[in-house]
């Protein structure tokens, strides 16, 4: 009855009632003639007739707009129903009003939703469900707030169960309001997955530990650059960002990369730049290689154009430094012999091509090795610096090598020559003449220079540095502080002596030296032992000394095999003597710079089975000269072994003290240019008595090297001396001439030392 009172109140359609009012009338009046009815009666039909015309319209409009509701009805549901959001509708006074099913799973509403509902109770109902993470009061006021103003009210929660729910509410003109549910979970989590990986993309592109830079491919503005690029150019990516390169760069660069850019983005494909500097504004000059990148839009347009840079200044660095290192002397930064070997290269070519001449010079300090035993290591090496820098202050554009210990060398500029390089040596030797100051020491030290010139004295590199070096050997053994130029003679005895030293070393590889052997006696005349003395017979030259060949096989490296076989064979010869004399041994200062001496001498020592108390070594100082400390610790492992070392030729070089102090020798053996002076020079007798008198003092015994005389002896004698060693004892002979004093013959009686001599 409500209903039909709703739909009264709101009926419209007059058209259709008055349609059913006048054929309720004509109906009506055609049955009232053909009845003949009286005139009110007839009135009284046509009322009833427009008012059953009317009814009947009427019921009509009900019917027909009940079926239209129903079907809209149907059609709204279906629609709803098929939506993907959940939705729901609250009419002005915050009642619910339709709902899809949606929404009733999506909270898992069920029984607990109906029509007309508050959206209180409605909220309640989720919280209770678990189905609304917020309070629920405060939720409602909230969003009524937003709705009252007309906004729209949106949510995005987080459920319990971990899916997503985003909530629009919409107000309606009506006063209430729309609300679409929809699950994003899936979308969310493909955000976040996308954001994820950005991040991480991001995180990696801004660690790579190369500068990338992305540009716009249109106005090549710098979009993006990460960590390593702000380190690259020295500053902060707020002062790079939607720049451009020239607000960056220098003009002078800013050509080059831009056409660079252009030209990877025009052509589409990956471009590479090699080596090139790079003046950046924070960081100095970096030394670069770039590969760019073009990227494209959907339309194939370009977009991007990342470029990554690869800074190889460090690398470059290290390599320059590797580079100075290896042409360059670490103590004086001169250049060393792999850069003179290729500077004198150079300059030959050059030379040759201008048809000018050169000079190279070869240049020796003189009491450099005195320098640096008294005054130690370390003001030799700033001595060492001293002239490094005299000889180039003085070359001015000649080109100073230094190639080993205190040698050094010079290329001088082409140009008139002999003149300008006998100019330059003397300017060299007068840059000398003066003290050098080291540590308020002061010192002295002159320089002597040999000089080969080209193409005169040889058109190769070798044979001009072996004819400097012949030109100096010459010079150092007239006058130290001389200036000698190369003379073909020299040229001769330089071939001749790699001739011997040919020779000398298929002497050693065949076995063909030999060992004489020199007596050694005490002052009453009895023989302790034999000093071994090599002697080599050159098949042409006769008898070679051994103060030729011993510096021959000391230059060529030859010393070692030479000296293992002296020291093999002096063992196994001693060993086999009936008579338990010594034997001596000299040994060169080469043979302790390389391999382990004292190693040889045990294994030489158990192979012969000779007793290390019969053997003596015989040093010069020139062992200590050098790496003394590897040399003392050498000498020491070979005393502990029982050997005796012997000083030999004391008195010649620096005869100093502090050599007799480092290591407790066995022996100290005069040298016999003393001996040998005696007679005429009071000088030498003075040294022999200082020496023997220190020898006392140390508690070493002294040898007399070279005595001849019976005068000689008797001297010596009176002086205190220990023993003696010379051609009035015995000349140095084949061991088969001593036979009887090692006791491979019977002995016949003693022959006196003054009938010898
Ligand atoms: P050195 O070790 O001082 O040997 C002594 C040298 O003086 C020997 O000369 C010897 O013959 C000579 N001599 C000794 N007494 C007299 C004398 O009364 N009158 C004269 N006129 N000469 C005398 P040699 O054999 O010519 O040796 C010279 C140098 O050669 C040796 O001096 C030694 O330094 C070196 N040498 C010889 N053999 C070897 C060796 O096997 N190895 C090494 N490294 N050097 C050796
Ligand atoms: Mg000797
Ligand atoms: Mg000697």
Redesign the pocket.
């Known amino acids: 009855m409500l209903k039909t009172l709703g739909y009264l109140a709101k009926f419209r359609d007059w058209r259709r009632l008055g349609l059913g009012v006048v054929s309720g009338i004509a109906l009506t009046s055609a049955i009232a003639a053909w009845a003949s009815l009286s005139v009110l009666l007839f009135i009284l039909a046509i009322g009833a007739g427009a008012a059953f015309g009317a009814l009947i319209a009427f019921s009509y409009s009900v019917l027909h707009a009940a079926r239209k509701g129903h079907e809209q009805n149907i059609r709204r549901d279906l629609a709803l129903n098929n939506m993907i959001q959940g939705l729901c509708m609250f009419d002005g006074r915050n009642r619910l009003v339709v709902w899809n099913k949606q929404y009733e799973d999506m909270y898992a509403l069920g029984p607990h939703i109906r029509r007309n509902m508050s959206i209180a109770e409605l909220l309640a109902a989720r919280h209770a469900a678990g189905m609304l993470p917020y309070d629920p009061v405060q939720y409602e006021t909230n969003m009524n707030a937003a709705l009252r103003r007309g906004h729209v009210f949106t949510t995005e929660t987080e459920m319990a169960d971990g899916r997503t729910i985003s909530v629009v509410n919409q107000p309606t003109k009506e006063g209430g309001w729309v609300a679409t549910h929809e699950d994003i979970t899936v979308r969310k989590r493909s955000d976040r997955e996308l954001d994820n990986t950005r991040a991480f993309l991001d995180m990696i592109v801004e660690n790579v530990p190369s500068p990338i830079i992305v540009k716009d491919a249109e106005d090549l503005r710098y979009l993006l650059v990460n960590r390593a690029t702000e380190t690259y150019f020295g500053v902060d990516r707020t002062n790079i960002i939607g720049k451009k390169t020239i607000d960056i760069l220098p003009k002078g660069i800013v050509t080059t990369i831009l056409s660079e850019d252009r030209k990877a983005i025009d052509t589409g494909e990956v471009g590479y730049q090699g080596e090139h500097g790079v003046v950046t504004p924070g960081n100095g000059t970096r030394i670069v290689t770039a590969t760019r990148l073009p990227v494209k839009q959907s339309d194939g347009k370009p977009q991007y154009l990342i470029t990554v840079i690869h800074d190889i200044t460090e690398r470059k660095r290290s390599e320059q430094k590797i580079a100075h290192l290896a042409h360059h002397d670490a103590l004086t930064d001169l250049p060393n012999r792999t850069a003179f070997n290729e500077c004198i290269d150079a300059t030959i070519v050059l030379a040759a091509q201008e048809n000018e001449s050169f000079g190279v010079l070869c240049l020796d300090l003189d009491r450099f090795k005195a320098v640096n035993d008294v005054f130690g290591h370390p003001i030799g090496d700033a001595l060492l610096r001293e002239v490094a820098s005299r000889l180039e202050q003085v070359c001015q554009g000649a080109f100073v090598a230094r190639v080993g210990g205190d040698e050094f060398t010079i290329i001088t500029p082409t140009g008139q020559q002999p003149e300008a390089a006998e100019a330059l040596a003397r300017r060299l030797s007068a840059a000398f003449e003066s003290d050098i100051n080291i540590d308020s020491h002061q010192m002295r030290v002159g320089i002597t220079v040999g000089v080969a010139l080209y193409p005169q004295d040889g058109a190769d590199a070798e044979t001009l540095i072996a004819n400097a070096d012949a030109a100096l050997s010459r010079a150092k053994s007239e006058a130290r502080g001389s200036i000698r130029f190369f003379e073909v003679a020299m040229d001769k005895q330089l071939r001749e002596k790699h001739v011997l030293q040919q020779d000398l070393r298929k002497a050693v590889e065949q076995n063909e030296l030999a ?2 052997y ?1 007596p050694q006696a005490n002052m009453d005349g009895k023989i302790t032992g034999f ?5 080599w017979h050159h098949p042409r030259h006769g008898l070679v ?3 030729v060949f ?1 510096p021959l ?2 230059e060529s490296g030859m ?1 070692g095999a ?2 293992e076989w ?1 020291l093999r064979t ?1 063992c196994r010869e001693a060993a086999s003597w009936p008579e338990k004399l010594h034997v ?5 200062p080469v ?1 302790f710079q390389h391999g382990d001496l004292p190693s040889l001498v045990h294994q030489v020592l158990l192979d012969t089975g000779l007793s290390p108390a019969r053997l003596e070594l ?1 040093i ?1 100082e020139g062992v200590l000269i050098g790496d003394f400390t590897r040399a003392v610790a050498m000498l020491r492992r070979l005393k502990n072994m029982g050997v005796r070392v012997a000083m ?2 004391f008195g010649t070089g620096y005869s100093s003290l502090s050599y007799l102090q480092s290591f407790p020798f066995d022996k100290i ?1 005069i ?2 240019a003393f ?2 002076n005696l007679a005429h020079s009071q000088q030498s007798a003075t040294i022999i008595r200082a020496v023997i008198a220190l020898s006392r003092g140390l508690g070493v015994p002294v040898v007399a ?4 005389t019976e005068a000689q002896r008797q001297f010596l004698a009176e002086e205190g001396c220990d023993a003696i ?5 015995g ?2 002979m084949p061991i088969e001439g001593y036979a009887e004093l090692v006791g491979r013959v019977p002995s016949r009686p003693a022959i006196s030392l003054t009938a010898r001599a």
């Open positions: 060992l004489h020199m000093e071994a003395l090599a002697r000394p051994p103060d011993i096989a000391e010393i030479l000296g002296v002096a001596a041994v000299n040994l060169s043979q015989e010069t030999d030729d053996k040298d016999r001996v040998c090297e070279g005595v001849e060693q010379g051609y009035l004892v000349r140095p």
